[in-house]
C-alpha cells in the first residue's frame, strides 16, 4: 500500500514561531513531493514542492527539508503568522496520481 | 483569469436521484482530476483524464462517472447517488500530469440524504 503518513493532525502555534509539519512515505520511487495550503472554502493550492535530488527548498518563509534515506519530508514556515492558518496537505507522486497526506490544520495565534 | 469552475458548489437530494457536478477550465491544460475530501482521509482520487477521451480510475471510483469530450470540460456524474457519497469534491487541473501543479476549483460540498 502506497502511502503517505502526516503529522501532526492538527498545530497550534504563536504568531512569529516556527510551525514544522511532518510527512513520511513508503515508495522509494516517489520522485515529486510537493505541498498544498488550502483555506476554508477554498481548493488546495500549491505552496512549494521538491524533488529529492535536492535537501532542502526555500521559498520566502517556507522550506522544505527532504531526507531520503529516511523517507521523510518536512514543511518549515518561519515568521508564521495568522494569515498561514490554513490546512497543510503533503504528497508523493506515484504513476498518474498524487497520494495525499491526511492534512494538518495549522492555527497561529495572535 | 485562470480559474476551475465547478458548478454547482452546494447540493442537497436524495439517495438515488441521478446529479452531474460541472467542471471547466479555462488553462487549456491537458490533465484533470476529480477528488473527494474527507475529514482524517485528506483527498483521494475518484478519476482523472490525460487528454480528451483518456480518462482512467483513481483510488475510490465506485458510484461514479467521468467523461473528457471536449478539453476543457470534465464532468462528474453520479448516476444512483447514496448517502456515503456525501463529501466535498474538487475538480483540478494541470498542465500535462499529475506531478506539476494544479489548479483547484473552489470545492462542491454533496449532501445525499
Known amino acids: 500500500q502506497q502511502q503517505v503518513k502526516q503529522s501532526p493532525q492538527s498545530l497550534i502555534v504563536q504568531k512569529g514561531g516556527i510551525s514544522i509539519i511532518n510527512c513520511a512515505y513508503e515508495n522509494t520511487a516517489f520522485d515529486y513531493f510537493p505541498w498544498y495550503q488550502q483555506f476554508p472554502g477554498k481548493g488546495p493550492a500549491l505552496l512549494i514542492a521538491?524533488?529529492?535530488d535536492v535537501s532542502e527548498k526555500k521559498e520566502g518563509r517556507f522550506t522544505i527539508s527532504f531526507n531520503k534515506s529516511a523517507k521523510q519530508f518536512s514543511l518549515h514556515i518561519m515568521d508564521s503568522q495568522p494569515g498561514d492558518s490554513a490546512t497543510y496537505f503533503c504528497?508523493?507522486?506515484?504513476?498518474?496520481?498524487?497520494?495525499w497526506g491526511a492534512g494538518t490544520k495549522l492555527i497561529i495565534k495572535p | 483569469e485562470a480559474q476551475v469552475t465547478q458548478n454547482p458548489r452546494y447540493l442537497i437530494t436524495v439517495t438515488g436521484k441521478k446529479l452531474t457536478v460541472t467542471c471547466s477550465q479555462n488553462?487549456?491544460?491537458?490533465?484533470m482530476s476529480w477528488y473527494r475530501q474527507d475529514p482524517g482521509l485528506g483527498l483521494r482520487q475518484i478519476y482523472y483524464s490525460m487528454n480528451v477521451e483518456v480518462t482512467d480510475k483513481g483510488d475510490v471510483p465506485e458510484g461514479y462517472k467521468v467523461s473528457r469530450k471536449e478539453k476543457r470540460n470534465f464532468p462528474l456524474i453520479l448516476e444512483s447517488p447514496s448517502p456515503n457519497q456525501t463529501s466535498l469534491y474538487f475538480c483540478a487541473s494541470s498542465q500535462q500530469g499529475f506531478n506539476q501543479p494544479q489548479h483547484f476549483g473552489d470545492g462542491t460540498r454533496l449532501s445525499i440524504l
Open positions: 504528497g508523493g507522486d506515484s504513476n498518474y496520481q498524487l497520494i
Open positions: 488553462m487549456n491544460h491537458e490533465y
Open positions: 521538491i524533488r529529492p
